[in-house]
Structures are given as structure tokens and as C-alpha cells.
């Protein structure tokens, strides 16, 4: 979905939007809509803090991980990150793998990978620097137009608006829109009506106001009409249909998937093997195993596993853990166990991953996992049963 822009120049100024409000008489409710809501924002806008400077790569780093993130886990690993990459070069530089390690934990690894060849990109590029311009913020990996659109408004105050799924949900309440959310009629309403409302020169400011309201007070579920700022102009509030606001399409079904792992010890060292860049989790490690298939046992489908994807001869001695975690729409219960190797050929065959390791325990802290294996470790590093060759 491409957003509407306004302003196609370098200049952060807005003149150009400023001369066409001049030009034609604006709504009076669209005006006191701004108003309402950047004075809401000035009072109680959230002290985050990539709003402290709003240096371009603060702001990109801080939209790339608020995707598919709660906001109070993301300032966690963002301050984190800033840590050991306070600059786009440090990111450029570094090896994917530890790349990955800082990323481990907020999902949707392809966001780090992406962001890691476009701080390249930038510094091969555009001399270390955060371009200005959509188009070219478009052209770099990982930034969709969404999210060109949040960098070029917020880090530079171009005259662009935003419609992230916060946003769809308080225009479609404030105008009271009854087509389903995901729709493309509906789609161009909602981008209409959000350029309609974007004040010249102050889009850093309102953009964030509408992300605010969207976050603190027009929540999915149970939202805090009474404390909005703009509930006096909410159509959907006046006609008593805020929770039939946004029109949303039924979710599908979780999907259970049951899969189990082994955790292949031999001489004091662990096997880890490196997923392969195009496939899920891509790049990140991993102990082998995959997915029951019918009429197999957990510790069947490890041994069968192992032979599959390095070529080994394992045994399974005991269980370990059984986790739970959820991707997408799956929820995945996941078997872990320990294995012995049986011979002495530590050299695999590896037809599923691009890389191995034979590690000590203590070092797994230094890779990035999936969810599930992730939380298999942790239970090991507390407990370390049938972990000890």
C-alpha cells in the first residue's frame, strides 16, 4: 500500500502543504481535530527515547522493532541495541550472527537481516546517513512505505502521513468507516482522511499524537472514550459503534504443530547447526529435529531427524523439557531431549543448515535461536538434566 505523500522535495518546512491550506477554507472540525490532538500530545505525549533527539537513525531503529512489538519490550531492546551499535557503521560492520543475537527474542528475524544490509546500503551508499527522501528510504532493504513514511515525517518532518494499523483504527472510529479494514476502497478512506488531517509542518508532532492515542487511549479493546481528546468529533462514539470500529474480517484458526529436538552431547560439547538464510528463523541456530509424522514418537522423529539433516547416529537418553511457543499462527509444542552420538564421526553432513558448532553449554548465550529452542536452553541452563556427557 503506497501512502499518500504531500511534499516531494527535501524541504521539512511543509510550505508546499501550507500554501494549498491558504489556498482553499478548511473544515473546522478537521482543524480542531489538530488541535485537540497535538495539545493532548504536547501534555501527554510518552517520553520514549528516540523522541529526545529524534536523530533519523534513532527513529529507524525504534520502527523496525516496534513491528510486531509491544512498546515497553521494544524500548528494552532498543536501549540494549544502542549500546553496542550507537551508530548506523557499528550495525554495517558487524557480523550478522551477533546481529541476530541482539534481535534474539523479538522475532521476525528477516527485520534484522534487512536492517543489517540497509546500514550497508547507507554507508556504501549515502555516506553513513539516513536519506531524507521516501523514494530513496523505499528503495532500501526492510523499509516499506510505511515505514519510509514514519522515518521521512518523524526524524525529518516531511509532510507525510501515516496509516499504521493504529491509525486505521481511530479514523475508522473518528469518521465512523464501515468497510472491512483490509479492504482497498477502504484502505484509500482511510490514507484520504489522514492526509486530510496532516497540519503543514507539524507532521513529526501529529503523527506521533495519532500513534499516542492509538497505543494509550483508542485501543483495540476496551477503549478510554471518556479520556480521548477528539471524542467530541468521534463519529462511531456519537452513533454507539466504537467497538464495531474498525470492521475487521474473523481471525483464522491456530494452527498446533508438535515438533521435537535433541540436544546431541559428546565430549562436553553441544551440536548447533546454523538455519539456512531463505528459510524460517533464517540464520539463526538450532538443535536439529522438525515435525512429527504420523504414528511417530517424539524421540523417533529426533533420531530420525538427526540421520535427515547431518547424517548422524543418535540415541536419545532422557527428555528434557517439553515448551510451548506460538509463531504467526501456529502454536508449537516442542519436545526437547538430550542424544549421545554412536560412533566417533563428528564431522555431519549437513542437508538443512549452512553452518555447525560443537560448543559448551555457557557459550549458547553467544547465538541467536529460535523462541522455542531458546526456551529449551534456559530451562537447561537452570536444571541441566541429561545435558552432562
Not at 525529518?156 to 468507516?177: P, S, T
Not at 482522511?193 to 494509550?216: C, H, S, T, V, Y
Request: overall charge positive.
Amino acid at each position: 500500500m503506497k501512502l499518500p505523500r504531500v511534499c516531494h522535495s527535501c524541504a521539512s518546512d511543509g510550505s508546499s502543504r501550507q500554501d494549498k491550506d491558504r489556498r482553499k477554507k478548511l473544515d473546522p472540525t478537521i482543524v480542531s481535530i489538530r488541535r485537540a490532538l497535538i495539545d493532548w500530545f504536547g501534555k501527554t505525549g510518552r517520553d520514549l527515547p528516540w523522541r529526545r533527539d529524534y536523530d533519523p537513525y534513532h527513529v529507524w531503529i525504534s520502527e523496525i522493532m516496534l513491528q510486531q512489538t509491544q512498546m515497553g519490550r521494544g524500548v528494552i531492546y532498543y536501549k540494549r541495541w544502542l549500546e553496542r551499535f550507537p551508530d548506523i557503521r557499528t550495525v554495517a560492520e558487524a557480523e550478522e550472527r551477533e546481529i541476530l543475537k541482539y534481535w534474539e527474542g523479538l522475532g521476525y528475524y528477516a527485520r534484522a537481516r534487512n536492517l543489517h544490509k540497509a546500514a550497508q546500503a547507507m554507508v556504501d551508499r549515502h555516506a553513513g546517513c539516513i536519506p531524507q527522501s521516501y523514494e530513496v528510504l523505499l528503495s532500501l532493504p526492510g523499509i516499506g512505505p510505511y515505514t519510509a513514511a514514519a522515518i521521512a515525517s518523524i526524524a525529518y518532518n516531511h509532510d507525510i502521513a501515516l496509516a499504521d494499523a493504529n491509525v486505521e483504527r481511530i479514523l475508522a472510529r473518528l469518521f465512523d468507516i464501515d468497510g472491512p479494514i483490509k479492504n482497498s476502497t477502504t484502505k484509500k478512506i482511510i490514507n484520504q482522511k489522514a492526509l486530510e488531517l496532516l497540519p503543514a509542518g507539524a507532521a513529526r508532532i501529529f503523527n506521533q499524537a495519532l500513534m499516542d492515542l492509538g497505543g494509550l487511549i483508542c485501543t483495540p479493546k476496551n477503549p478510554a472514550c471518556t479520556e480521548c481528546p477528539v471524542a467530541e468529533f468521534c463519529s462511531a462514539l456519537r452513533a454507539g459503534r466504537v467497538h464495531e470500529r474498525p470492521v475487521v474480517s474473523p481471525s483464522g484458526k491456530t494452527i498446533p504443530i508438535e515438533m521435537a529436538t535433541g540436544v546431541l552431547t559428546h565430549r562436553g560439547l553441544l551440536f548447533i547447526q546454523q538455519r539456512l538464510a531463505d528459510d524460517v528463523w533464517g540464520s539463526l541456530w538450532e538443535f536439529p529435529g522438525g515435525r512429527l509424522e504420523t504414528g511417530e514418537t517424539p524421540e523417533e522423529t529426533v533420531v530420525r531427524e538427526y540421520r535427515e539433516e547431518t547424517g548422524f547416529a543418535v540415541e536419545v537418553v532422557a527428555g528434557i523439557t517439553t515448551v510451548i511457543h506460538h509463531y504467526m499462527k501456529y502454536r508449537v509444542v516442542l519436545h526437547g531431549f538430550s542424544c549421545r552420538l554412536i560412533g566417533e564421526c563428528t564431522e555431519p553432513l549437513l542437508h538443512a543448515a549452512q553452518d555447525f558448532r560443537w560448543i559448551a553449554l555457557q557459550d549458547l548465550a553467544q547465538y541467536g535461536f529460535p523462541a522455542g529452542h531458546r526456551k529449551l536452553i534456559e530451562y537447561m541452563k537452570k536444571s541441566s538434566p541429561g545435558v552432562s556427557p
